[in-house]
């Protein structure tokens, strides 16, 4: 065993690449949820954005258009949830369960022919006076156009949420959607259009998985990303900035393990292999404990019935 | 336009249709997909539902039918009392692999020991194993709160880790010439499950799906404790007034679907699938959701449902083997659900022409 063989620089930059699946797809789940919506389907749409982005990338040749398709499959998953919970007022438990198991089969359904197949490469940001600068060059200025949107993404989120009058409207819906719906706000809308941009970041987030940090498509390779995006946003206590410090952290331990599988580190790699999951739990834990942020509506079912 | 009025009380008469027109509205939903695929959809929707019961080699198929129920059922059993009280197990698979585990390694540590005890002592373990690994959300959820559909979620994962390490290490088989995987436990008169009535399938855990089902349905319907669990569900607030303490629910609907999850995982692993392996997790834990919902969460309903959707396991196997992917049964699993929660819809409300009503409103 030989810890120095591990390259703290190195470390940080394929951290962040880890990350930025899990943080796409939970500040997209954590909108959804400041207006009152549970969507346990994050998986399912992160896998059908991951083969949808996949799929559109090896045939266009083109990776943007692949993150585009990604949103778009999301997007329309997400559609799927957003007319059952809130025009059928199905249980949202139930039907998040039902979007996940249903994404797992439709993206290997659609997957079978892209198994073994590579992506075309991403545009990196390559400015050669940033990524010479020491350490932080190396670590943090060399990442493909995606790490920095995901992070812009994050910043116009929490912006939008706290400064503008619709982020207002959309929060009052989430707290209280009986009180939203009797000043005149339209539940029912703003809770879609923010199921559906939560399905798009989903999406966004799969494809960034199958694109770019894996950069192949294999049956069920989310591997619980999804679940943990959605700790994530427990985790963040419902705060767009946390997002990204979650994100890394879930990120810094899935490839720390790696890293110290790789080194033969003497503990065996059924421990280290279940850390990130094992690492979530242990975080919910602590989160659970404090008085609770979580918006006041979570999961309720709104009906209007004049 | 529509409007929808709430009922009462759920339609009892559409809580009964609404499954039948899922079923069927999945077939045409699912034909469509089919047809997407470049297969004909009526015989593949015929190669599903059909063939296996009626077709060639039915009399092969409809072995397998229990086979598959019945795990199937004795897991979403154990779920549809955890929702009924809103304690949401998604971990089934997780704790079925554990049981399974458990109660092989209880087996094994035995071999080559010949004695009646053995089988016993496994289920037991099996039992022990689903019941301690659902004890930890259970656990966390009581002493801080937290939410145990993420935790049961998580440690599904973490199961199937230690999964393939156990298969890889501690329960291989020592004279398997290094190939993972532990000894054959069908093949070992004292830890094997075999059909019960050769060819029907029917084994041990088939036997003790019928008996959860009845157990269930009592525990329910005629039992304090169930009473206290649909009361949970129903209204928490009321349930504190009646005396329930929610931290025990929780603890008995968790410990109880994790116990009966792991028992399937024990009949499993010493009938149909024989030995650990690293792909011993089959799905059977979240196909278990479906099923719970498609039965109405009610015991009898879930017998049903599990026959159903082991039907379309089945029916997936045939469907494969005349070039239709594995994975469009999954799909095609998931869209039941949905269709399910859609119509649903039905139950809880009445849809009114909103129009005349407002009329009729103006002219009192």
Same mark, same amino acid.
């Given at each position: 065993?030989?810890?120095?063989?591990?390259?703290?620089?190195?470390?940080?930059?394929?951290?962040?690449?880890?990350?930025?699946?899990?943080?796409?797809?939970?500040?997209?789940?954590?909108?959804?949820?400041?207006?009152?919506?549970?969507?346990?389907?994050?998986?399912?749409?992160?896998?059908?954005?991951?083969?949808?982005?996949?799929?559109?990338?090896?045939?266009?040749?083109?990776?943007?258009?692949?993150?585009?398709?990604?949103?778009?499959?999301?997007?329309?998953?997400?559609?799927?949830?957003?007319?059952?919970?809130?025009?059928?007022?199905?249980?949202?438990?139930?039907?998040?369960?039902?979007?996940?198991?249903?994404?797992?089969?439709?993206?290997?359904?659609?997957?079978?022919?892209?198994?073994?197949?590579?992506?075309?490469?991403?545009?990196?940001?390559?400015?050669?006076?940033?990524?010479?600068?020491?350490?932080?060059?190396?670590?943090?200025?060399?990442?493909?156009?995606?790490?920095?949107?995901?992070?812009?993404?994050?910043?116009?989120?929490?912006?939008?949420?706290?400064?503008?009058?619709?982020?207002?409207?959309?929060?009052?819906?989430?707290?209280?959607?009986?009180?939203?719906?009797?000043?005149?706000?339209?539940?029912?809308?703003?809770?879609?259009?923010?199921?559906?941009?939560?399905?798009?970041?989903?999406?966004?987030?799969?494809?960034?998985?199958?694109?770019?940090?894996?950069?192949?498509?294999?049956?069920?390779?989310?591997?619980?990303?999804?679940?943990?995006?959605?700790?994530?946003?427990?985790?963040?206590?419902?705060?767009?900035?946390?997002?990204?410090?979650?994100?890394?952290?879930?990120?810094?331990?899935?490839?720390?393990?790696?890293?110290?599988?790789?080194?033969?580190?003497?503990?065996?790699?059924?421990?280290?292999?279940?850390?990130?999951?094992?690492?979530?739990?242990?975080?919910?834990?602590?989160?659970?404990?404090?008085?609770?942020?979580?918006?006041?509506?979570?999961?309720?079912?709104?009906?209007?019935?004049? | 336009?529509?409007?929808?009025?709430?009922?009462?009380?759920?339609?009892?008469?559409?809580?009964?249709?609404?499954?039948?027109?899922?079923?069927?509205?999945?077939?045409?939903?699912?034909?469509?997909?089919?047809?997407?695929?470049?297969?004909?959809?009526?015989?593949?929707?015929?190669?599903?539902?059909?063939?296996?019961?009626?077709?060639?080699?039915?009399?092969?198929?409809?072995?397998?039918?229990?086979?598959?129920?019945?795990?199937?059922?004795?897991?979403?059993?154990?779920?549809?009392?955890?929702?009924?009280?809103?304690?949401?197990?998604?971990?089934?698979?997780?704790?079925?692999?554990?049981?399974?585990?458990?109660?092989?390694?209880?087996?094994?540590?035995?071999?080559?020991?010949? !004695?009646?005890?053995?089988?016993?002592?496994?289920? =037991?373990? @099996? +039992? *022990?194993? $689903?019941? &301690?690994?659902?004890?930890?959300?259970?656990?966390?959820?009581?002493?801080?709160?937290?939410?145990?559909?993420?935790?049961?979620?998580?440690?599904?994962?973490?199961?199937?880790?230690?999964?393939?390490?156990?298969?890889?290490?501690?329960?291989?088989?020592?004279?398997?010439?290094?190939?993972?995987?532990?000894?054959?436990?069908?093949?070992?008169?004292?830890?094997?499950?075999?059909?019960?009535?050769?060819?029907?399938?029917?084994?041990?855990?088939?036997?003790?799906?019928?008996?959860?089902?009845?157990?269930?349905?009592?525990?329910?319907?005629?039992?304090?404790?169930?009473?206290?669990?649909?009361?949970?569900?129903?209204?928490?607030?009321?349930?504190?007034?009646?005396?329930?303490?929610? !931290?025990?629910?929780?603890?008995?609907?968790?410990? =109880?679907? @994790? +116990? *009966?999850? $792991?028992? &399937?995982?024990?009949?499993?692993?010493?009938?149909?699938?024989?030995?650990?392996?690293?792909?011993?997790?089959?799905?059977?834990?979240?196909?278990?959701?479906?099923?719970?919902?498609?039965?109405?969460?009610?015991?009898?309903?879930?017998?049903?449902?599990?026959?159903?959707?082991?039907?379309?396991?089945?029916?997936?196997?045939?469907?494969?083997?005349?070039?239709?992917?594995?994975?469009?049964?999954?799909?095609?699993?998931?869209?039941?659900?949905?269709?399910?929660?859609?119509?649903?819809?039905?139950?809880?409300?009445?849809?009114?022409?909103?129009?005349?009503?407002?009329?009729?409103?103006?002219?009192?």
């Amino acid at each position: 065993m030989d810890l120095s063989a591990i390259n703290p620089l190195a470390l940080i930059a394929s951290l962040i690449v880890a990350s930025t699946p899990i943080l796409l797809a939970a500040i997209g789940e954590l909108v959804v949820e400041k207006t009152g919506v549970l969507n346990l389907g994050v998986e399912g749409m992160m896998i059908v954005g991951a083969i949808a982005g996949f799929a559109v990338s090896v045939n266009t040749g083109n990776p943007w258009l692949g993150f585009l398709a990604a949103m778009f499959a999301g997007a329309m998953l997400a559609l799927v949830f957003a007319i059952l919970t809130q025009y059928f007022l199905a249980n949202q438990v139930a039907t998040g369960l039902a979007l996940t198991l249903f994404g797992l089969g439709l993206s290997a359904l659609m997957g079978i022919n892209y198994v073994g197949k590579k992506p075309p490469s991403f545009p990196k940001l390559d400015v050669q006076f940033l990524t010479d600068i020491p350490i932080i060059g190396q670590a943090f200025l060399n990442h493909d156009y995606m790490v920095y949107i995901s992070i812009l993404l994050v910043a116009a989120v929490w912006y939008f949420l706290k400064f503008t009058r619709t982020g207002l409207v959309l929060r009052a819906v989430g707290e209280n959607h009986d009180a939203a719906h009797a000043i005149g706000y339209n539940v029912t809308f703003i809770r879609v259009l923010a199921i559906l941009f939560g399905g798009a970041c989903a999406g966004l987030g799969g494809a960034y998985l199958s694109l770019i940090s894996v950069s192949s498509w294999t049956e069920g390779m989310t591997a619980g990303a999804g679940w943990i995006a959605l700790a994530l946003v427990v985790f963040a206590s419902w705060k767009p900035w946390w997002i990204i410090i979650g994100a890394y952290l879930f990120g810094g331990v899935t490839v720390l393990q790696l890293n110290l599988q790789a080194v033969g580190v003497t503990i065996p790699a059924v421990y280290l292999s279940s850390a990130p999951y094992v690492v979530t739990i242990l975080v919910l834990v602590i989160m659970s404990g404090g008085r609770s942020s979580a918006p006041a509506s979570l999961g309720r079912v709104f009906h209007a019935s004049h | 336009m529509f409007r929808l009025e709430a009922r009462p009380q759920p339609s009892k008469l559409w809580i009964g249709i609404s499954p039948i027109l899922a079923v069927l509205a999945t077939m045409v939903a699912g034909g469509f997909l089919f047809a997407a695929l470049g297969k004909d959809p009526f015989i593949s929707i015929r190669m599903i539902f059909w063939d296996p019961l009626f077709g060639e080699f039915a009399s092969y198929y409809r072995g397998q039918l229990l086979t598959k129920a019945g795990p199937l059922i004795l897991i979403a059993l154990g779920l549809s009392i955890g929702f009924r009280a809103g304690i949401w197990n998604i971990g089934a698979e997780g704790q079925y692999i554990m049981g399974a585990l458990c109660g092989a390694a209880i087996g094994l540590a035995m071999y080559p020991l010949d !004695a009646w005890y053995i089988f016993p002592l496994m289920v =037991l373990g @099996g +039992a *022990l194993g $689903g019941w &301690a690994w659902a004890m930890i959300p259970a656990i966390l959820r009581n002493r801080f709160g937290t939410n145990e559909i993420l935790v049961s979620l998580m440690l599904v994962y973490v199961a199937e880790k230690i999964l393939a390490a156990a298969a890889l290490g501690l329960l291989k088989n020592p004279e398997g010439r290094g190939f993972p995987g532990s000894r054959n436990l069908a093949n070992w008169a004292s830890s094997a499950n075999p059909d019960l009535i050769a060819g029907t399938g029917m084994h041990w855990g088939v036997v003790a799906a019928f008996i959860a089902v009845i157990g269930s349905y009592v525990l329910m319907q005629r039992h304090l404790i169930g009473f206290q669990i649909n009361l949970t569900g129903q209204s928490p607030r009321a349930a504190m007034f009646a005396g329930v303490v929610p !931290a025990k629910v929780v603890a008995f609907t968790l410990g =109880l679907s @994790g +116990a *009966l999850a $792991g028992l &399937a995982g024990l009949f499993e692993v010493t009938g149909p699938a024989g030995q650990i392996s690293i792909d011993f997790g089959s799905g059977y834990g979240f196909t278990a959701i479906i099923v719970a919902f498609l039965g109405r969460l009610n015991p009898f309903g879930i017998l049903l449902a599990g026959l159903l959707l082991a039907l379309t396991y089945i029916g997936g196997n045939v469907a494969e083997q005349e070039g239709l992917p594995a994975a469009a049964i999954q799909a095609f699993q998931g869209m039941l659900l949905f269709f399910l929660l859609a119509f649903d819809l039905l139950s809880n409300f009445r849809i009114r022409l909103a129009h005349s009503s407002v009329s009729k409103k103006e002219a009192v």
